[in-house]
């Protein structure tokens, strides 16, 4: 069964660097790779969904996958207060789309 | 276009309550999921359908709670008698293809 683990679980950033966030799993044939955005009592907001080896980019945000090594990554540029939220992970299944999730990684930046 | 609609946004029970949390997907989208998603957590699928057809629930507590979609639009996930350990957000998203899985803003509930 697919397992998905997020690290940090929190992490603080000064507004303007670079912010990075990890994303591992157990099952590398898993068909799409997902982060989403949560601000405090919002609803999910999808920044990139990934499913080629390699990177792309949206926007400040870059995902990187590397299937051979389990891991998907997340880099926001240049990161300003606003982006403060919890960033989650989220991994499609062929078999019936269904999204297992990371628990998430806090995201703290400072002015 | 409209998005995925959930009401209520927020709901505040006590224990051995029932609430019924309601869930408007996207028009054309034939999948609908509910996930919950405990504070400080991931969500965690608990029900999907294919139109009216429940597809998987082996997640869903049973004994408690109960999903439908009747007509294969419209969704409502109740919950007969709510504990503490419900107390979560519950969000409803629905889907045709995987590209175009698309979530509601979700509802609070706090059961004390």
């Known amino acids: 069964q697919q397992k998905v683990q997020q690290s940090p679980e929190s992490l603080t950033v000064s507004e303007g660097a670079m912010a990075s966030l990890n994303c591992t799993f157990s099952d590398g044939t898993s068909n799409n790779f997902r982060w989403y955005r949560q601000h405090s009592a919002k609803g999910l907001e999808v920044l990139v969904s990934?499913?080629s080896d390699g990177e792309k980019e949206e926007g400040r945000f870059t995902a990187h996958l590397n299937r051979a090594n389990l891991h998907v990554s997340l880099h926001i540029r240049e990161p300003q207060p606003s982006d403060s939220a919890v960033y989650l992970c989220a991994v499609s299944m062929y078999s019936n789309y269904q999204l297992i999730w990371g628990s998430g990684t806090k995201l703290i930046i400072k002015p | 276009e409209a998005g995925v609609t959930q009401s209520p946004r927020y709901a505040v029970l006590q224990e051995g309550q029932a609430v019924s949390f309601w869930c408007d997907p996207i028009?054309?989208?034939?999948?609908l999921y509910w996930y919950q998603q405990p504070r400080d957590q991931g969500p965690q699928l608990l029900v999907y359908?294919?139109?009216?057809?429940?597809?998987?629930n082996s997640q869903l507590p049973s004994d408690r709670f109960s999903a439908v979609r009747p007509k294969g639009t419209n969704s409502t996930l109740k919950i007969q008698s709510a504990k503490q350990g419900d107390t979560a957000t519950y969000l409803c998203a629905s889907s045709f293809w995987e590209s175009d899985y698309t979530f509601g803003s979700g509802t609070r509930l706090l059961v004390i």
């Open positions: 028009s054309g989208h034939d999948t």
């Open positions: 359908f294919r139109d009216e057809a429940v597809i998987d």
């Open positions: 990934i499913f």
